[in-house]
């Protein structure tokens, strides 16, 4: 173990160069990508054309078949019909043509009827004569076009007729022309739609000459009303072509079965989906690079910041190694994805190494672990699919992980890993069932029971490899968990019970301490529960001579009036070291002798210094000084201005608040005056912050008091 923990701080050592920690990511990052390499690896398929397929191939990618869906859209395309509108203003103009044509003979006649009352020479011309002015006159009345192609006899036959027939006349034609232009009349269908008109109008009771007339009327009137509309048409085959969904094929698709032969559309398939070309396919590894590149660049930042904040390179070895050993775990159940279990990666202890991280670094790497643990998943597990992405794996090993770091978020005792190992199998067990559901999975109930059982493996496997893996890394990598902190806060600790029993004053000291260091650290962020267990042992060292430590000398008289003030000095300063010793030899962690050393730094014993002062020998003052080392870290120097409020305090009767504030910050301003803050992080501010701490506990502590009557008289009665 000793050689194991030097060669563990040689390695930390070496991350302190930027250098060797870039060549840690860097081996990382080749961890993964050779874990992951045959996972992304393009098989390579000897296929051709008309062979017989010697296994079932998948499709590895998504991909449309652009040729496929082209065809597709061309069809639906051509059984679009050409859309032909009927104009149904034609109807209204034919029929105002025909009543126009009408309207003009009637007028004609009036004329030329009423001219003899006028006009003494109209009486001289003969009937040829008049019939042919009226008819000159209605061609005058009308476009050449109508009288181009309405013939003079049915001219004339509407001009010899009688006003009321050829009101009948009128009222048939128009009646006959409006049926038929009712209805569509497409270009070949002129002439069918002439006769229709022509039937209608020929068992009239009209005389011959006018009936032949309507009926060439009706003929005329009769024009093509339905005409192609290409816009409309361009429309209904750009919505059909649209409405064709894109040919795919599916990512895990099956292409071709095992034994079946490889047509040109399989062939083409293949193609499309990558199966053929792939000697030389870079793409995939370069995808996994980039990932893998992304992945490491966020991790270098994050850890590069909490050294900046001064989290030591423990931290990132503990990452590397736990991302490692999941990594090495995952890869390992992967391989029986050959062996036709799908769900094998559900088998993984995903919250293992979240949980780990949790205990010994931070929340907020074990996230992060948990993301890329997820990541990572969805390639090993892709179920023999090369390129390809398990989803469900991926959601799956986060949901175990983020299950595992929030139940243990607030639960800090060892014993609490098994409890939170149950509950992540139940968070397993609710994902998978989630899971097929969302995928519409047809499960039987054996393989119902068989994913309740993974499930249950799968947490229970977490927390058993959790609470085994734990002592190696808080041992080996000098790790001091909360946890172990906690573990060391129990009263039935050997060291505890020893002060307890032989220096009870010390312990009551160490308890008081306690309360004022943990809330003044939590208030400026440091390690609160790292404070209050090294002040239970700060003071082990007296336990060696408790009767010459005052808050021991209960109904004894105090030793130190008679010895001299060097011995006395010695006997003091001792405990610090002694302490130092004992805790050591215990194997307690470095944090803790670390407090024990350092809660006094480099302090002036002041009292027998003045003391050896009036004795009138020369005395040196730093001969009455302890030997250090000064505070290094936040929870010594607090804990050190801890002990000696607590102490100064305690020596006062009936102390105010006024008296306690003022006491507070002499204490801090002779510790900031005697340099023996000078080691440590602590700022001026956060100093400000911890005597406003101290201040508000102290005043909990020695609150007024209600003075009871029985208290009273007893007073009385002494006087």
Do not use: W
Not at 372 to 390: A, C, E, P, R
């Amino acid at each position: 173990m000793e050689k194991l923990q030097h060669s563990l701080n040689s390695i930390l050592n070496l991350l302190n160069i930027r250098l060797f920690r870039v060549l840690l990511f860097l081996i990382l990052g080749i961890v993964m990508f050779l874990s992951m390499y045959s996972n992304v690896k393009p098989e390579k398929l000897n296929l051709t054309l008309f062979s017989i397929a010697g296994q079932t191939i998948r499709s590895p990618i998504t991909v449309e078949d652009k040729t496929n869906t082209e065809r597709k859209r061309q069809e639906a395309v051509d059984q679009v019909q050409d859309v032909y509108t009927v104009k149904k203003e034609y109807t209204q103009n034919q029929v105002d043509l025909i009543t126009s044509i009408f309207d003009s003979i009637t007028e004609v006649n009036s004329e030329i009827e009423e001219a003899p009352a006028n006009e003494e020479n109209e009486a001289s011309k003969t009937p040829a004569q008049l019939l042919n002015e009226k008819l000159t006159r209605v061609k005058a009345m009308l476009t050449s076009e109508v009288t181009d192609a309405i013939s003079n006899q049915s001219f004339t036959a509407m001009l010899h007729a009688s006003p009321d027939d050829l009101s009948i006349a009128r009222d048939l034609t128009v009646t006959a022309v409006n049926n038929v232009m009712t209805n569509r009349i497409p270009a070949d269908g002129v002439e069918n739609a002439k006769k229709r008109v022509e039937e209608e109008l020929k068992y009239t009771s009209l005389n011959s000459g006018l009936k032949a007339a309507i009926i060439e009327l009706g003929r005329y009137a009769i024009i093509q009303n339905e005409f192609y509309d290409p816009r409309a048409t361009e429309d209904l085959r750009q919505q059909a072509s649209d409405g064709v969904e894109p040919v795919k094929i599916l990512e895990g698709q099956i292409i071709v079965e095992e034994g079946q032969l490889i047509s040109r559309d399989v062939y083409h398939k293949l193609e499309l989906a990558g199966l053929l070309d792939n000697e030389n396919s870079l793409r995939p590894f370069v995808g996994l690079a980039m990932m893998i590149f992304i992945i490491l660049c966020a991790l270098f930042f994050i850890f590069d910041e909490m050294r900046a904040t001064g989290s030591n390179q423990n931290q990132l070895l503990i990452f590397s190694f736990i991302f490692i050993l999941v990594l090495l775990i995952m890869k390992l159940l992967s391989l029986f994805t050959d062996y036709k279990y799908s769900e094998i990666g559900y088998v993984v202890p995903a919250a293992m190494g979240p949980m780990l991280i949790k205990v010994l670094i931070n929340e907020r790497l074990a996230i992060f672990q948990t993301v890329i643990l997820g990541i990572s998943g969805s390639i090993l597990f892709n179920q023999g699919i090369t390129g390809t992405l398990n989803v469900t794996v991926a959601i799956y090993i986060i949901a175990s992980g983020l299950a595992g770091i929030l139940y243990l978020r607030h639960q800090n005792q060892r014993s609490k890993i098994l409890q939170a190992g149950l509950f992540v199998s139940l968070v397993n067990l609710f994902v998978i069932i989630t899971l097929v559901l969302l995928r519409n999975s047809q499960y039987s109930g054996l393989e119902y029971g068989i994913n309740l059982l993974v499930a249950f493996i799968s947490g229970i496997s977490s927390a058993v490899l959790t609470i085994g893996l734990l002592p190696f890394f808080e041992a080996g990598f000098g790790v001091l968990s909360t946890m172990k902190l906690i573990e060391l806060s129990n009263p039935n600790h050997p060291l505890l019970r020893k002060i307890l029993t032989e220096a009870p004053g010390t312990y009551h000291h160490s308890v008081m301490v306690a309360n004022l260091a943990e809330s003044a650290c939590e208030a400026v962020g440091a390690n609160g529960l790292l404070a209050r267990v090294g002040c239970y042992y700060h003071d082990i060292g007296k336990t060696k001579r408790p009767q010459f430590f005052i808050e021991n000398q209960i109904n004894i008289e105090n030793p130190h009036d008679k010895l001299p003030p060097m011995t006395s000095k010695n006997i003091i300063i001792a405990h610090a070291t002694d302490g130092a010793e004992m805790l050591r030899k215990h194997k307690m962690p470095k944090e803790i002798i670390d407090i024990a050393e350092q809660h006094h730094g480099t302090t002036l014993l002041k009292f027998f210094y003045h003391k050896a002062k009036q004795d009138g020998s020369e005395v040196k003052e730093a001969d009455y000084r302890y030997p250090g080392p000064k505070a290094k870290t936040k929870e010594s120097a607090i804990i050190g201005i801890a002990d000696s409020v607590e102490a100064a305090v305690r020596s006062m009767s009936n102390p105010t608040h006024e008296q306690i504030e003022t006491l507070v910050k002499n204490i801090i301003s002779d510790r900031l005056q005697d340099g023996q803050l000078n080691d440590c992080d602590i700022t001026l501010k956060e100093l400000n912050v911890v005597g406003e701490s101290f201040c508000e506990t102290l005043k909990g502590i020695f609150h007024s008091r209600i003075e009871y009557p029985e208290m009273t008289k007893q007073k009385v009665k002494q006087a």
